[in-house]
């Protein structure tokens, strides 16, 4: 599964620009799904840039559908920097801070 690239559609509502081809639901089923696994992730096994990531990864989800309801305006290209740059710092957070929050307990 690859990663879904936002383009600019030709359709604009006042100043906002909306995506063509469905791809609003691409990038709203991958945050959703990454952000579920994140947070599955950290329950299991307590890594750092999961409690960060999952919450971060649900609420672009809800962002991208509030923006497809005209909502919130979506820049494509400052939306896809900012999740980014929240993903690389969520990595680069463990290592000063330590890669786990708590000890995974015993496998099942």
Not at 2 to 22: E, K, N, W
Not at 38 to 50: D, E, K, M, P, S
Not at 66 to 74: D, G, K, Q, R, S
Request: glycine content about 12%.
């Amino acid at each position: 599964m690859g990663v879904p690239t936002l383009v600019p559609a030709d359709h604009h509502v006042g100043s906002r620009t909306l995506l063509a081809d469905g791809r609003h639901l691409a990038l709203d089923s991958c945050a959703r799904s990454g952000g579920g696994a994140c947070i599955v992730n950290a329950g299991r096994c307590g890594r750092l840039h999961c409690y960060i990531t999952g919450p971060f990864f649900l609420l672009a989800a809800v962002y991208v559908v509030l923006a497809e309801f005209h909502i919130v305006p979506l820049q494509p290209g400052r939306f896809l920097l900012v999740v980014f740059v929240v993903s690389v710092a969520a990595c680069l957070a463990e290592f000063p801070l330590g890669s786990y929050v708590k000890k995974a307990g015993p496998t099942r």
